[in-house]
């Protein structure tokens, strides 16, 4: 078994609102996506957080939305390929900034939300994510969903590429994930969570919503840090993991 990177989206809080326990959920993931600005976060909120992983060396990712505070950047929007670039360019360049003020370095980059979803089916929103990507630092890892254009588009553009599986999330027949407004989409049993990720690191495949097995190819397995068992679904995973790790 191959080590597997565990993830989870984090600097979410913004203003007087707060999210997520992202000094928890540090303990546990090995790298962290930081929330730009624009579907959360704020200044003061991405520097923290900067700092927080930096203190836990975790690997630090920027995690760029779609400007939808309200819907934190879960809503499609309408946008054109050369304004979904110059959104990552921007947000991207925020995040790499302040890692740069506080002495460390942005490791990669994870499209958030819708803007995720639909670059995994998009070739063009997917390429205007990559070439963006490429424009503000070329060494910088795309994190995307495994078995998406999102591979390609990376791949065109010279980028390196960590396909991304969910374990809290179930997945359609073709490999998409289900969306948040189905029935079942979120998968509340952590056990069942871990089960399913473990299988899908030995064998390569996974069960999808209607029960047909589907082949992923996983690097990096996200955990939510919003949820409200975040903490302990993030520990319990890195515990099987390593616990299966060390006993090949």
């Known amino acids: 078994m191959k080590n597997i990177d565990i993830n989870s989206d984090l600097g979410e809080s913004f203003g007087a609102y707060t999210m997520g326990n992202d000094v928890e959920v540090l303990r546990y993931v090995t790298s962290a996506n930081i929330a730009c600005g624009f579907h959360a976060s704020d200044p ?5 957080a900067v700092r927080l992983a930096k203190e836990a ?14 819907g934190f950047g879960r809503r ?20 790499q900034a302040v890692c740069k003020a506080e002495g460390t370095k ?3 980059v994870k499209p958030h939300g819708a803007m995720y979803n639909m670059a995994a089916k998009d070739e063009k929103l997917a390429d205007a994510i990559a070439e963006a990507v490429a424009a503000v630092d070329g060494s910088l890892t795309l994190m995307g969903l495994s078995g998406s254009c999102m591979k390609a588009a ?9 396909s991304e599986v969910f374990a809290d999330r179930a997945y359609e027949d073709d490999g998409s994930l289900v969306s948040r407004t189905k029935p079942g989409a979120m998968i509340e049993d952590e056990d069942l969570a871990i089960r399913r990720m473990l299988r899908l690191i030995e064998t390569g495949t996974i069960e999808s919503s209607n029960g047909k097995e ?3 190819e996983a690097d990096t397995i996200c955990v939510h840090g919003d949820s409200p068992k ?4 993030a520990k319990k995973l890195r515990e ?5 790790i060390a006993a090949k």
């Open 44 to 48: 003061l909120t991405m520097q923290k």
């Open 57 to 70: 060396g975790v690997k630090i990712g920027a995690h760029p939305g779609y400007p939808d505070l309200v």
């Open 76 to 95: 499609e929007m309408k946008v054109s390929p050369a304004e979904l670039k110059a959104m990552v360019i921007y947000q991207v360049g925020a995040l």
């Open 106 to 108: 942005l490791h990669h």
């Open 154 to 162: 990376a791949e065109k553009h010279g980028l390196a590429f960590a």
């Open 214 to 216: 589907i082949r992923l």
């Open 230 to 233: 975040a903490v302990l679904f």
């Open 240 to 244: 099987a993991l390593d616990a299966r």
